[in-house]
């Protein structure tokens, strides 16, 4: 059974560009789950989707960052005009009813990084 | 809100040394208990957990034990390995939430 899948694994965006990343949950998943990690610093809730659904955004900032997860394909992360500041890596996790815990499987994270 | 302090790193050991991980918690419901270990360029792996006071998480020769009456979970392991190295994430989900809350990491450096 395959893992949570993310790609790029590394992202290289200049300033002002569009940076979208991709995560394909677990099979038989239908929740994923967004965290940003700073450097030298733990992860960060940003989103939480079921499909087609944003069911908890209150760690997305308020402006230029977006998630989808739509009926068919995988998760995107999208993060308009880059920053400096949002050079990070950006883990996607999924739960699903595989096992009934909700326990949550990330992927390998995709790192980003903004020059 | 929720939160979780972890102790500060780098926790450096030599092999078979006794290894422990402080963990304490602040939540407004009954949360599961989680810890997760990372390595170097990976993603988080779920090391253990625990979802009622009192339960113990164990794997790998890790435990940990869900106290309530100090909001705790600390990790331990009787004799850690050079393979050990890694940074250890505690975290919680708390009651009717999917989000977890993570502490900042402990880097565990162990030595031949």
């Known amino acids: 059974n395959a893992g949570v899948m993310q790609n790029p694994r590394h992202l290289v965006r200049r300033r002002g560009q569009e940076a979208r990343l991709r995560c394909s949950p677990m099979k038989g998943h239908s929740h994923v789950y967004w965290y940003r990690q700073l450097p030298e610093e733990g992860l960060k809730f940003m989103v939480y989707?079921?499909?087609?659904?944003?069911?908890?955004e209150s760690g997305m900032p308020k402006e230029r960052f977006s998630a989808e997860f739509p009926k068919e394909g995988p998760s995107i992360l999208r993060i308009q005009q880059v920053v400096r500041g949002d050079s990070a890596a950006y883990f996607c996790?999924?739960?699903?009813?595989?096992?009934?815990?909700?326990?949550?499987?990330f992927g390998p994270g995709t790192r980003l990084t903004v020059t | 809100g929720d939160s979780v302090t972890q102790m500060e790193g780098p926790v450096t050991l030599s092999e078979e040394a006794f290894l422990t991980i402080n963990c304490t918690y602040t939540?407004?419901?009954?949360?599961?208990l989680f810890w997760y270990v990372q390595y170097p360029g990976e993603g988080l792996q779920l090391l253990l957990k625990a979802t009622k006071a009192d339960d113990k998480g164990s794997n790998k020769g890790f435990e940990a034990t869900y106290r309530k009456e100090t909001t705790s979970f600390h990790l331990e392991k009787g004799s850690v390995q050079v393979s050990d190295s890694a940074v250890y994430f505690c975290?919680?989900?708390?009651?009717?939430?999917?989000?977890?809350?993570f502490g900042t990491g402990t880097r565990l450096l162990v030595s031949p």
């Open positions: 989707l079921q499909k087609e659904n944003i069911i908890d």
């Open positions: 939540a407004t419901g009954y949360p599961s």
């Open positions: 996790a999924s739960s699903g009813t595989v096992d009934n815990s909700y326990e949550q499987y």
């Open positions: 975290a919680l989900r708390d009651t009717g939430f999917q989000k977890l809350v």
